[in-house]
């Protein structure tokens, strides 16, 4: 069998994500996020443990005692039809908001598409071949999630949590160009504004 999440390199180089604003602190609302991305069709999860393979651990059901966990892990459908593992980690502000983010390890992006070593490698345009395809699937599932959590912002590129913030783009409109995509409602619907670089 496949190895999703014990070969070497799967959870190296960093997380390709989708990371979602969901607003001021609140254990409900980030529980129905969470379950909201792990219900998602392209993803099975939650496993508790990255050290086992999912096939050899019990998936789990998504209540309150996961708050406790942080990290979760799974396994997402690309648009390729390559499986490769990926996971949810949450983070919860001091003075700030509630970010829930989907991310795609690096070294497990790396094994259905030729990500070479974005983002450190000295040409990242070649990146945008991959990009085009992958960022667009990501904004799909956030625009899944909203459908059953209107959250304030979402960001999608590689570690963007924290990289803008609702209450910036709300004072001053999306950037003309700016490197995450952003998933920004608008009256009532969430518009996807693909990243420029």
Do not use: K
């Not at 690309?78 to 989907?102: H, S, Y």
């Not at 990146?127 to 999608?156: C, E, F, M, T």
Request: hydrophobic share 40%.
């Amino acid at each position: 069998m496949t190895q999703y999440f014990t070969e070497t390199e799967t959870w190296l180089g960093g997380y390709y994500e989708l990371a979602i604003e969901l607003g001021s602190r609140s254990d409900e609302r980030l529980l129905a996020a969470l379950a909201a991305v792990w219900a998602d069709p392209v993803l099975d999860g939650a496993y508790l443990s990255r050290d086992v393979e999912p096939w050899q651990q019990e998936r789990l059901a998504i209540t309150a005692e996961l708050l406790q966990a942080n990290h979760l892990q799974g396994l997402a459908r690309m648009p390729n039809g390559a499986t490769i593992a990926c996971g949810t980690v949450f983070i919860r502000e001091d003075n700030g908001p509630d970010w829930l983010c989907l991310y795609l390890p690096m070294g497990a992006l790396g094994t259905a598409y030729s990500a070479g070593g974005y983002p450190f490698e000295p040409d990242v345009a070649n990146s945008h071949q991959w990009r085009n395809v992958i960022d667009p699937w990501l904004a799909g599932i956030g625009n899944r999630v909203y459908g059953q959590v209107a959250y304030r912002l979402g960001l999608i590129g590689f570690e963007v949590s924290g990289e803008m913030y609702a209450d910036d783009v709300a004072a001053s409109g999306v950037p003309a160009h700016h490197y995450p995509g952003v998933l920004w409602p608008t009256s009532g619907a969430l518009m996807y504004h693909p990243s420029t670089e």
